[in-house]
């Protein structure tokens, strides 16, 4: 596993990891997927508006496109994981939001949108019930129970 994948930072004195947030495979599949029928329906409409005749290979690039981009990414998207605190919310490649400075949490597909009070902002990604993702890191702000 790449270790800038996974959260490194040092917990604070009295600060306990409550939950871990990873990217679940089946999920990773299933959007890759929606993103390939997508990309294929895509290549066919704009090759159909340019007037061509082949407009089959649409379909075959939009899928060639998704299934490369899929499979080289899936290693490193699925050895991400962010670490819930009772303080802060941990991120690869050292990204730390301290709890209080969580403004709003977006769903967007299978992935969870972190927008901090600066503007910044992060993605928790494919993850099976993004809803209770969002319930926890809500619990944890509230000093309740995950």
Do not use: C
């Amino acid at each position: 596993m790449t270790t800038q994948m996974i959260p490194n930072t040092p917990l604070a004195e009295g600060e306990t990891v409550l939950v871990s947030f990873r990217a679940d495979r089946a999920t990773y599949v299933r959007s890759n997927t929606w993103m390939a029928v997508l990309a294929m329906a895509g290549g066919m409409l704009i090759l159909y508006a340019l007037g061509n005749a082949f407009v089959w290979t649409g379909a075959i690039g939009g899928l060639a496109a998704v299934a490369v981009r899929g499979f080289y990414m899936m290693s490193e998207e699925l050895s991400v994981r962010w670490d819930l605190t009772n303080q802060r919310l941990l991120g690869p490649m050292d990204r730390v939001i301290r709890l209080g400075e969580i403004k709003k949490l977006n769903t967007l597909g299978t992935m969870v949108q972190v927008v901090t009070s600066t503007g910044d902002k992060h993605l928790i990604k494919y993850q099976v019930d993004k809803d209770e993702t969002i319930r926890q890191i809500t619990a944890a702000q509230l000093g309740g129970q995950v």
